[in-house]
């Protein structure tokens, strides 16, 4: 069941048209006080690629140099939200050497060497450590889920390259004239050709065979090289599309387990979804970085 969701959910992002599926920011609580926690005051002014990259740099920088565990992963995944700024920018500023979706892919390593770092949840877990791994879940998700925009059209054209392709293989194979089979036994009949050893082996670089063998006989099927890279490079892209819901899901289920926080950053600053900008990401995960810091005493 939870394959068949996520697959209609894939089809549905495939088939919806571009402006439905832009980001859109949360809408933003009316109340100021629902939050008992301090609110950290985020500026909307837009800085340069080089300010963020600076600004990241700095922060991975002071990462690396703190000794202590728990720290060195706040660190880092506040380094990585300054990242994820630089991309923001990098949108807007074409002249820039490196790509958006780069940059977001890049950043997608750093979370993941975040989580390796703190290492696997257990249930015994104080409930700061969930709270944390969740935000980092959060932007693993939101990250892919970005760059699938990015990559959305390209696995539209390969979705009809392959569908075009595997349409007319089955319309060939349907018209091609079947062996000679003896009704008796099922074997080939003594005046049916016997297929030759080169046809159950491959005819060459570039093609791929799969042979099946049914009722004495044996079928080859040859894939041309260039559809075997679009499958690939369509599986690369909707993969993304998938880990993403699935990390979301178990992020969801994880955060239940938590202190609570998340709730109440939910509150604060509106409940992100699978559709949240990256400006979202970057607020709620610093937000949660400042109240989870205060909570365990490791304010910076």
């Known amino acids: 069941m939870k394959a068949v969701l996520i697959l209609s959910r894939l089809w549905f992002w495939q088939k919806a048209p571009k402006s439905s599926v832009a980001f859109s920011m949360p809408a933003q609580p009316t109340g100021a006080a ?6 950290l005051q985020f500026e909307d002014r837009q800085h340069p690629v ?6 990241a740099k700095t922060l991975k920088h002071k990462a690396d140099a703190t000794p202590d565990k728990v720290g060195k992963a706040f660190n880092y995944l506040d380094a990585a939200m300054s990242f994820v700024e630089s991309g923001i920018a990098m949108e807007t500023d074409p002249q820039t050497p490196k790509s958006a979706y780069t940059m977001f892919a890049e950043t997608l390593d750093l979370i993941r060497f975040i989580l390796k770092l703190k290492g696997s949840v257990n249930p015994s877990a104080p409930a700061t450590d969930k709270d944390f791994t969740v935000l980092c879940m959060r932007g693993l998700s939101l990250l892919q889920m970005a760059m699938f925009r990015y990559k959305r059209e390209a696995a539209l054209k390969y979705s009809r390259t392959l569908t075009d392709h595997f349409k007319s293989s089955l319309k060939s194979a349907a018209q091609a004239p079947s062996p000679c089979v003896s009704k008796s036994t099922g074997t080939p ?6 297929p030759s050893p080169a046809s159950t082996t491959s005819s060459g670089p570039g093609s791929n065979h799969s042979s099946g063998v049914g009722a004495g006989t044996v079928s080859t099927v040859a894939i041309p ?8 490079s369509y599986v690369n892209i909707t993969a993304l599309f998938l880990s993403a819901h699935d990390i979301w ?5 994880l955060a239940h387990k938590g202190s609570g926080l998340l709730s109440e950053l939910d509150l604060a600053l509106g409940p992100l979804s699978l559709t949240s900008t990256m400006s ?7 937000q949660g970085l400042q109240w989870l810091r205060l909570d365990t005493r490791e304010a910076q």
Do not use: N
């Open 50 to 55: 080089e300010y963020h990259m600076k600004e």
């Open 225 to 232: 090289q260039v559809i075997q890279q679009v499958a690939s």
């Open 280 to 286: 979202s990401l970057v607020r709620h995960t610093r």
């Open 249 to 253: 899901e178990q992020a969801d289920e």
């Open 34 to 39: 629902l939050s008992s926690r301090p609110l």
């Open 189 to 194: 009949s003594p005046m049916s050709p016997m």
